[in-house]
């Protein structure tokens, strides 16, 4: 849980200092680490909490279990929403929720690869994604629930469904590029004896 942690306290501090040398905003093309330093920023701190709380709870759950992908999905889950979120014309994103979607999406990917009853649930989350980031902000799961103060992200801040849309596919992108490599072959077990022809 090494990498997790780090982004959980990365988030903290970051949050507590604001630095606008880290923020992810249309700065982003010229200055390309704001990718990953800018989702560390977060605009409340009970939007801090949140997102730290998901990605702890995701991080302690799967890190270990996904240990060959987990820089991948953290990387890219980092990475990829606040790309998307500036390319779309927003002027910036705050948070940790795209690289959440990310976590989710690749522990999707490895409990209904190895459970297949769990495939209606990855389908309920996909169709839930897609249709946030299409329908915008203000039509998403979450606009039906009271907005408290546990969903306030400050003035002039709004939900970004098309980060979670690129959080969950950079997560998809991350585990499945473990699919693409060959196994080594340990020092100890034998090369293989040719077959004769």
Do not use: C, N
């Not at 990387?75 to 014309?89: D, F, Q, T």
């Amino acid at each position: 849980m090494k990498i997790t942690l780090v982004i959980a306290i990365a988030a903290i501090a970051a949050t507590a200092l604001a630095s606008d040398l880290i923020v992810a905003d249309h700065r982003v093309w010229y200055e390309p680490w704001r990718s990953v330093t800018g989702p560390l920023v977060h605009a409340t701190w009970p939007h801090l909490l949140r997102d730290v709380g998901l990605v702890l709870i995701l991080g302690f759950a799967y890190e270990r279990k996904l240990a060959h992908a987990w820089p991948w999905i953290v990387g890219l889950g980092l990475a990829l929403p606040p790309i998307a979120v500036v390319a779309s014309g927003d002027a910036g994103y705050y948070g940790l929720s795209g690289l959440a979607y990310a976590m989710l999406a690749a522990a999707l990917a490895y409990e209904t690869s190895r459970h297949p009853a769990l495939i209606p649930i990855a389908i309920v989350f996909a169709f839930k994604v897609v249709y946030e980031a299409a329908a915008g902000p203000d039509a998403t799961a979450t606009s039906i629930l009271p907005r408290g103060a546990w969903l306030a992200l400050g003035p002039h801040v709004h939900q970004a469904p098309i980060a979670h849309l690129a959080g969950a596919l950079g997560g998809l992108l991350g585990i499945s590029h473990t699919a693409f490599r060959r196994p080594r072959r340990s020092r100890s077990s034998p090369a293989p004896r040719p077959t004769p022809a």
